[in-house]
């Protein structure tokens, strides 16, 4: 039996790819392993967002390299192969810095991999295409059991590509212009996903409420519209979407919020920044306040949603006061959970062009004390959640016997012991106690006996 290792890096997406081309190589008769030493075929889905990101690639691919040594040496051949952002951004050039690397495959051509594949065993090949051709129409459905086997919360890309420009940002280049899956075609793989048991279901785009998708009535549909759909499949009961740009969240999105019982109330909105001269040379789109403004739209709509949130410090000629603009920001809105970033220039962007580079020392300061502001706003929100009682969605086992592990609307991650449920069970659970990265509670219902 062939085998394949296929190991994902950066964003959900890529986490999703990785999956498809699972998929694909299970065609084709290759099964997963969870470690590359006794894959056939080792596969590293790359993320080009920031440099440490793509360098970890090559630190990687040079032990691969020795690898696929030790095996020739056993009489062994090893096939390795580049997909995602890195190979699509830097192509050839990853083969002639590894030149153990077999094949270099860009996001849009993974229903190729086997007619690749092939090729690449009489010579190394690079194909990077953004062919307009739909790569969805070639992949193939998952089997119900590699369903199954991933769990009963699942990702579905829904829209690929970026037309926004941000000044910092690869994906316009890396993945493309915007692109929106058809209806028809998003539902049947929900359908599909359903029958296998998946009840929880992340809708994912790099600018996903831009959505806008061909619907089966010949019309185009937006988000909210193709969340509404998903909501009448069988069996889905959370619905969830990432990443959202601020200015594509129109008032039907938000009134979901309120209507549809399956739209969790949880939303990953970044900002990026709260200066409005540093959002202006990020080519943002939206100011400060605007930002501000629409969150106070979105609680009015779901008072009790949690919100999540990018941010990137030292931007080239962030000031102090810029930098301060962003704290005020993160105190006024209080994300439940954000991630931030030091600025790294990319190559081909318009900010790695500006003068005003940030010095690595400020850069560390400010990354300090903003993920300390945010983390004391993650605790508040965990602790908040203490006496109360929410649905779980039991995902997985927890570390020790008897315990189970789930996720709360919100997101939050909940350990309970119960003997009595199991994984994908929705059961009510009153929190006791709020650690550091989990939250733990008791179920109050018998199985059985949930809505
Ligand atoms: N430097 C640092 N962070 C970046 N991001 C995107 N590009 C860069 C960059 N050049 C961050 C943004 C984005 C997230 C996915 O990664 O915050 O929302
Ligand atoms: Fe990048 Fe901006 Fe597009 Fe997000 S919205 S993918 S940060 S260009």
Partial sequence: MKKVHIKSYGCQMNVYDGQRMADVLGQEGYVETATPDDADLILLNTCHIRERAAHKVYTELGKLRDLKRERKADGRETTLVVAGCVAQAEGAEIQRRQPAVDLVIGPQTYHRLPELLAQAKSGRIVDTDLPPEDKFDHLPAPKLAAIVARGVSAFVTVQEGCDKFCAFCVVPYTRGAEFSRPVAQVIAEVERLAQAGVQDVSLLGQNVNAYHGDGPDGRVWTLARLMRRIAEVPGVARIRYTTSHPRDMDEDLIALHRELPQAMPFLHLPVQAGSDRILAAMNRKHTGDEYRRLIDKIRAARPDIALSSDFIV???????????????????????????????????????????????????????????????????????????????????????????????????????????????????????????NSLFGRAVEQPGLAA
């Fill in 314 to 436: 030292g931007f080239p000629g962030e000031s102090d006061a810029d930098f301060e603009e962003t704290l005020r920001l993160i105190a006024d809105v209080r994300f439940a959970s954000a991630y931030s970033f030091k600025y790294s220039p990319r190559p081909g962007t318009p900010a790695a062009e500006l003068s005003e580079q940030v010095p690595p020392t400020v850069m560390d300061e400010r990354l300090y004390r903003l993920q300390t502001l945010v983390e004391q706003h993650r605790q508040e929100f965990n602790h908040a959640m203490v006496g109360r009682t929410v649905e779980i969605l039991i995902e997985r086992n927890g570390r020790h016997s008897g315990q189970l592990a789930g996720k709360t609307p919100y997101m939050q991650a909940v350990q309970i012991e119960s003997a009595a449920h199991r994984i994908g069970d929705r059961v009510m659970v009153q929190i006791e106690r709020a650690g550091s």
